[in-house]
Structures are given as structure tokens and as C-alpha cells.
């Protein structure tokens, strides 16, 4: 069974705090992490997503597995619509407005200061992340009318798996 919370949940809508050590409890905790995104599968996961609310995410862009602690969005730029979904979201898309380009700043696993930064998918992952460790769903980024429909889509359908 997922350990992945879906929409509903009271982590996903929490600010999440920052970590003060990176210790073994945080190394674990990241690798769990990758695991529970290969698993998925999904291109990112955010400690929210899992009912922890620390500033960590973990993400794979077609560059291996990475882990970013304690981000602090840097830069942004450009503009860009795509079809977007969330492992919290589970079966459902939406055409999503971001920045094109996002230049993230944090520790990785390793306690070192490293810079992700770039456009088409990586951009857009590290912006989806990001937004979940400040208690941001896709759903917020959807303009007023397509929110209402999604939410009451969400209402009657559900999530695949759901009991009913
Ligand atoms: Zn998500």
C-alpha cells in the first residue's frame, strides 16, 4: 500500500519548517523517499506527500535521484502552460501556468550547498515541489471556474482505489 497522502489530507495544506540537522533520521528519510517515487512512479515527492512537514523534496528529472533540503526559490522566469498531475492527485490532469525557468538554492543529502536550476521539466518539477512545502496544491493554481469543476469532479469520482 502507498504511503503517499492524497488531497484531503491535513499535511499537503501545512507550511513546512526547515531542517536544523541533517542527520541519519533525514538521510533515511530521503532515501525512503526516492523509493517512494521510483515506486509510484512520479518524477518528484515532497515530504508532505508522506505526512512529514520538513522542508525536503526529492525529484528526478531524467538526471538521476536528487534531494533538495531546505529550498529557497531563487530565481524564476518565462511563462509556460502544461498538462500537469500530483501523486496526491492521483488520475487527474490539468493544464498548469508556471514559470518556464526555476533556479532552486539548498543542502543535499550530503549537507553541501548545490543550485538546480532549468526549464521544460526540471523547472517545472522543482516549482511543483517547492509549492508543496509551502502547503500549495495544483489545485490553487488552477483559475477560479476550472477549480470549482475540478473539486467537484474530485467530489463525485474520487481517487483510483477509493472505497465507495
Ligand atoms: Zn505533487
Redesign the pocket.
Known sequence: MSEIVVFGHPSLKQKSTNITSIDDYIINLSKKMIKIMYEAPGV???AP?IGINKNIFVFDAGDGPKVAINPVLEKVSGEIIFMEG????PGYYWDIERYEYARISCLNEKNQQVIYEGDDLLGRVLQ??F??LNGK??LSSLKRKERRNALKEISIKGFPGDQI
Open positions: 518528484g515527492l515532497a506527500q500530483c501523486l496526491s492527485l511543483h515541489e509549492d508543496h496544491l495544483l
